[in-house]
Antibody
Framework: EVQLVESGGGLVQPGGSLRLSCAVS????????MTWVRQAPGKGLEWVAN????????RYVDSVKGRFTISRDNAKNSLYLHMTGLRVEDTAVYYC?????????WGQGTLVTVSS | QSVLTQPPSASGTPGQRVTISCSGS????????ANWYQQLPGTAPKLLIY???QRPSGVPDRFSGSKSGTSASLAISGLQSEDEADYYC???????????FGGGTKLTVL
């Protein structure tokens, strides 16, 4: 069974940092691009970043460039999102998903709240 | 304002056929494939249609997708109460170098 389990969310002050993790099982993690998508409360979906199988290519939405870093550890079947300089508008549920442009499988999400 | 344009709401009665549109441009749907996601209340999104008209295993054939030019459509036939959800279209955008989503369509089964 394919499982993607996000963790690391929580309450953080503006300007703070947080690292999200996504633990994967049930498929060959190192064979797939991986993606982060977020959803602000009551809003739609927004693509955040994706990363190639070997980590050599990383792409970001403009609003997080220079602040967020996507990475992966294929030996640990894990995907990460290191977020710095957090803003109130980064408040959202963050989902990890398998695929480069198609989220074939999704995790249940982890909530990040940026507030003072 | 989303790059892809969807109607904010749609509705139908049980058994009816409903269509949800997704309008894009030459840099996204016009040159790449479209995907559709279903998000039931309080849950994570689920892939419904990929590569314009392909259904992942387990998705009923009541759901179908199509693409023409810079627009895509999702059709749901034999509407059921459990289809009440938010539906999102998405595609890669060559100009933005990222995935773009529609704003979502809330489907109500009357």
């Amino acid at each position: 069974e394919v499982q993607l389990v996000e963790s690391g969310g929580g309450l953080v002050q503006p300007g703070g940092s947080l690292r999200l993790s996504c633990a994967v099982s049930g498929f060959n993690f190192r064979s797939y691009w991986m993606t982060w998508v977020r959803q602000a409360p009551g809003k739609g979906l927004e693509w955040v970043a994706n990363i190639k199988q070997d980590g050599s290519v990383k792409r970001y939405v403009d609003s997080v460039k220079g602040r967020f870093t996507i990475s992966r550890d294929n030996a640990k079947n894990s995907l990460y999102l290191h977020m710095t300089g957090l803003r109130v508008e980064d408040t959202a549920v963050y989902y990890c998903a398998r695929g480069e442009t198609t989220g074939y499988y999704w995790g249940q999400g982890t909530l990040v709240t940026v507030s003072s | 304002q989303s790059v892809l344009t969807q109607p904010p709401s749609a509705s139908g009665t049980p058994g009816q056929r409903v269509t949800i549109s997704c309008s894009g441009s030459s840099s996204n749907i016009g040159s790449n494939t479209a995907n559709w996601y279903q998000q039931l209340p309080g849950t994570a999104p689920k892939l419904l249609i990929y590569i314009n008209n392909q259904r992942p295993s387990g998705v009923p054939d009541r759901f179908s997708g199509s693409k023409s030019g810079t627009s895509a459509s999702l059709a749901i036939s034999g509407l059921q109460s459990e289809d009440e959800a938010d539906y999102y279209c998405a595609a890669w955008d060559d100009s933005l170098n990222g995935v773009v989503f529609g704003g979502g369509t809330k489907l109500t089964v009357l």
